[in-house]
């Protein structure tokens, strides 16, 4: 019997059942007409390749439009996407996923993954919790143990000729860091992979398959809660239970929400980010061989990976109707904030849509802009350094085994989901 | 020549203390922190303009 009744089955399921009820919209699916009028990111299209149609529609129609998702717009130019990543007043975060389901306004200003799902004031305070955890300091600790188990993930590939590195590599180093965080065992990373796809990927699938898949991760989150509650620990699930917010203990919805947001805002991510650089040198000889000669410039090409592929597109919510940059947006219009199309956007980047490894000015945007800064970028760019230093150090010569066979996650975050490399030993 | 951090636009990014940790630091919730007076030695200024040009929120002035 866990002593904390926040956490009592029953309280905690009544409580997650309002928050899957929302306003529905018809699905639209399939094959995008015209990208100005009817752009999808969720189209295998976009995700094979998504920049020649962002660069297009830069020129020709900086703020496109769609009737899917029951309606969403999709600025290109990175001062358009700026300017909404700062307006708060106008462009909330209740929802940040873009789907057919657009949740409740009474969820507001919390949202169900506080604090990226928050508004202000609250999201101040829900952020402020978070951030000593991981502080650039904080999270240097974990880096030895970080560099150790990508050293045990290359042993395992021994004697393979062609390694799958998206899979058998990036997908693994963020899964453990984070597990280690949050306190779950090891041996879970499988299960998370699945609710990671669950909550990124597939958001034309009808709402009675999402939620069941959503329940199924806030099933394992309470068991993990209730395990912590009876056993107190030195990691972040334990920190969130006994958190406080204006002198009481959290809302319990908040804890697991927090929860859910670190272990899939950390994982999905981190490894797009760790895949797409591997890719990139995978197919560019010249700039593998510069990195493996000079590694002291890794920081920089770490940047110019993170400009050139950045993995993560966000969404706002809009406010209430209003005409805006020239278009006419109504209240609960999706936004997409794609921080990729801003990272290349030439009116704000020289050489936009090149890849320059030793770039020397590089305000990107990938970890977003504004309040909503991303609380694990630390974290990530350490994982990030840590995962291309082993790899380059112990494979310097690969190359994409079969450029065709290389596949791209569909939706907003976006990295490779199987990336055959050819490993050329010495 | 002497830097700034607008506390109100910085966002805790932490590029300045990545690429001029010299010159800044960071507090216990990751917000960048200027060293001492913000007085850029010589020969650090190259480094101090480094920093600015990379702040995605410009909130590293040169005084
Ligand atoms: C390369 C890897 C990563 C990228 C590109 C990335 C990107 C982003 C972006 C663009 C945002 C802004 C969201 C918005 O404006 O709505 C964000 C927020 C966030 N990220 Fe990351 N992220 C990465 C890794 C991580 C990791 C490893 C963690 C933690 C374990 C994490 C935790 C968060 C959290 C908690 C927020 C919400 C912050 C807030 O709303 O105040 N991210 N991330
Ligand atoms: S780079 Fe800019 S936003 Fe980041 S910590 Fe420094 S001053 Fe703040």
């Known amino acids: ?426 | 020549m002497k830097v700034k951090i607008d506390p109100e636009r910085c966002q805790g990014h932490g590029r300045c203390y990545d690429l001029a940790p010299g010159l800044f630091h960071d507090d216990e919730e990751g917000y960048g922190q200027v060293t001492g007076d913000g007085v850029v030695p010589p020969g650090e200024e190259h480094t101090a303009r480094l920093a600015v040009s990379n702040c995605p929120e410009r909130a590293i002035d040169i005084l």
């Open chain 1, 1 to 426: 019997m866990t002593s904390d009744s926040r956490f009592d089955q029953q309280e905690f399921n009544d409580r997650l059942r309002t928050r899957t009820v929302g306003v529905r919209n018809e699905v639209i699916a399939g094959p995008v007409s015209d990208w100005t009028t009817d752009f999808s990111h969720a189209e295998p299209e976009w995700a094979a390749d998504p920049y020649p149609i962002q660069d297009d529609l830069r020129q020709r129609c900086p703020i496109a439009h769609t009737e899917r998702f029951g309606g969403a717009w999709l600025p290109t130019r990175y001062e358009d996407i700026a300017a909404i990543a700062y307006d708060t007043d106008r462009f909330s975060s209740r929802a940040i996923v873009v789907s057919n389901v657009r949740p409740p306004l009474e969820l507001a200003p919390v949202g169900g993954v506080p604090p990226i799902s928050s508004d202000p004031p609250f999201h101040h305070d829900a952020r402020k919790l978070l951030l000593p955890a991981f502080t650039k300091s904080a999270v240097a600790h974990l880096e030895p143990e970080t560099r150790e188990f990508c050293h045990s993930l290359i042993d395992g590939l021994a004697g393979q000729d062609v390694v799958d590195a998206a899979h058998d590599y990036a997908q693994h180093i963020p899964t453990r860091v984070i597990a280690r965080m949050l306190g779950f065992p090891p041996e879970d990373g499988p299960h998370f992979r699945e609710f990671v796809e669950s909550a990124l990927e597939g958001v034309n699938l009808p709402p009675e398959e999402r939620i069941p898949r959503m329940e199924k991760l806030f099933g394992y989150l309470l068991a993990q809660i209730r395990d912590h509650v009876d056993n107190p620990r030195d990691d972040l699930t334990t920190y969130l239970i006994n958190a406080e917010l204006y002198g009481s203990k959290l809302e319990p919805g908040h804890v697991a929400g927090t929860m859910s947001l670190l272990l899939i805002a950390g994982i999905d991510t981190t490894w797009s980010a760790i895949g797409a650089s591997l890719w990139h040198l995978a197919r560019t000889p010249a700039d593998r061989e510069r990195l493996v000669a000079d590694p002291s410039l890794l920081p920089a090409a770490m940047e110019e990976f993170l400009r050139a592929y950045a993995p993560v597109t966000m969404a706002r919510l809009v406010k209430e109707d209003m005409r805006w940059n020239g278009v006419d947006m109504k209240a609960d219009d999706w936004v997409l904030l794609s921080f990729p199309a801003a990272n290349r956007d030439p009116a704000q980047f020289d050489q936009a849509g090149e890849v320059v490894i030793d770039r020397e000015v590089n305000r990107h945007a990938a970890f977003g802009l504004g309040i909503h800064r991303c609380v694990g970028s630390h974290l990530a760019r350490m994982e990030l350094r840590v995962a291309l230093e082993v790899w380059l150090e112990r494979f310097p010569n690969f190359s994409l085994a079969d450029p065709a066979a290389v596949r791209w996650a569909t939706g907003q975050v976006r990295g490779p989901r199987t990336l055959p490399l050819r490993i050329d030993r010495p």
